[in-house]
């Protein structure tokens, strides 16, 4: 069965002290792996898509990198703006994206 | 990408009744979604929602709970039939494109925020 998780569940952050947050993946066939971020009330927002192991992306503060069995999300000096719920998705089936329950990051001043 | 409209945003039902979420796109689409997100969980796809015929619901949902149209390239809607509070959650509706045989990045409406009493 395809199974995503990431961890932590929850990570608070000074604003600027840098970290990762994990998703690790079992899936038969993997077409991509997805990273969304969401905010309260509102629907997740795209941010990147990896296909390989060894690519990379950037955008902003945000770096995703990917391996056989996992990806990280590297947040260099977030800022509070950047707080919000990341969540995972990979897609194994021709259709299907098969999320994790996110991690939800609080940026403090 | 896209811009995605749903409609409701949000809504209160009693137990019992049905209500009808559309979700419409500015653009032509090829594939549309819906998935679930329970309170503190991820998100579960319900179905896809197929131009110009019935559509594909994953392990776990039904037609009749959980009807959905999609009568063009831009517009679907799905039913949450017979309402219980079981059934509070907020339905997202997504949207995706195939570049060939490969589908592309799938992005989401705002959400309908569903509580049922």
């Known amino acids: 069965e395809d199974q995503v998780t990431q961890s932590p569940e929850a990570l608070r952050l000074q604003e600027g002290e840098s970290s990762s947050l994990n998703c690790s993946y079992t899936?038969?066939?993997?077409?991509?792996l997805f990273w969304y971020r969401q905010d309260p009330g509102k629907g997740p927002e795209f941010l990147f898509t990896?296909?390989?192991a060894g690519e990379e992306k950037e955008k902003e503060r945000l770096k995703a990198t990917l391996t056989k069995k996992e990806s990280f999300l590297h947040i260099t000096a977030p800022k509070p703006e950047d707080s919000a719920t990341y969540l995972c998705a990979v897609q194994a089936g021709f259709q299907k994206l098969v999320f994790g329950t996110g991690t939800r990051l609080l940026v403090s001043p | 990408s896209a811009v995605i409209s749903q409609k409701p945003s949000r809504d209160i039902c009693q137990r019992g009744t049905s209500l009808t979420i559309q979700c419409q796109v500015d653009s032509q689409v090829t594939m549309m979604f819906w998935y679930r997100q329970q309170p503190g969980q991820s998100l579960t796809l319900i179905a896809t929602?197929?131009?110009?015929?019935?559509?594909?619901?994953e392990s776990g949902f039904v037609i009749d709970k959980f009807p959905i149209s999609r009568p063009n390239l831009t517009f679907s809607t799905l039913t949450v039939s017979n309402m219980s509070p079981e059934d509070s959650s907020i339905y997202l509706c997504?949207?995706?494109?195939?570049?060939?045989?490969?589908?592309?990045?799938?992005?989401f409406g705002p959400g309908t925020r569903l509580l049922v009493l």
């Open positions: 990896l296909y390989s």
């Open positions: 899936v038969s066939g993997l077409r991509g």
């Open positions: 929602a197929n131009q110009g015929s019935e559509a594909t619901y």
């Open positions: 997504s949207v995706g494109s195939l570049a060939g045989a490969v589908q592309e990045t799938q992005y």
